[in-house]
């Protein structure tokens, strides 16, 4: 919920370049399995991107598989609707809270996802090298 404040694009171009690196140094047969494991789990920025716009209840954390995140947001978020109802300043307030927490991560999508992207590359990569 909170890397679109605390990610950096330079360490994450970073920390891709160096990945791509090391794939390189894969055999070849090593480096058509990373490849087709890293395909196969690859996330759209555009995606995630979508569900933050459309749906800010948490959708796009549960893209990510970030579940904890998700509930989270879909938590806060029903109750905010909820609360609508019975105490609108409130539920109101809730929804306001939830939107202005994860308009940051809607700007900065394409760094977020990124950011996942090499994380997950990192992890397939591990799993072959080792």
């Known amino acids: 919920m909170f890397e679109a404040y ?4 330079e360490s994450v171009h970073e920390a891709a370049e160096s990945l791509r690196h090391k794939v390189e140094g894969l055999s070849n047969s090593q480096r058509v399995e990373y490849y087709a494991q890293y395909t196969h789990a690859l996330k759209d920025p555009d ?4 569900l933050n716009w459309v749906f800010l209840a948490g959708l796009h954390h549960f893209y990510l598989q970030h579940y904890l995140r998700g509930l989270l947001n879909l938590g ?6 909820a609360l609508c109802f019975v105490l609108p300043m409130l539920g109101g307030a809730l929804i306001l809270l939830i939107t202005l927490a994860e308009l940051p991560a809607l700007f900065r999508s394409q760094l977020i996802v990124e950011a996942h992207n090499v994380e997950l590359g990192i992890d397939i990569y591990r799993g072959i090298a080792s």
Request: proline share 0%; net charge positive; hydrophobic share 55%.
């Open 76 to 81: 806060v978020m029903t109750i905010g609707i």
């Open 6 to 9: 605390s990610l950096r694009a």
């Open 47 to 50: 995606t995630y991107a979508v």
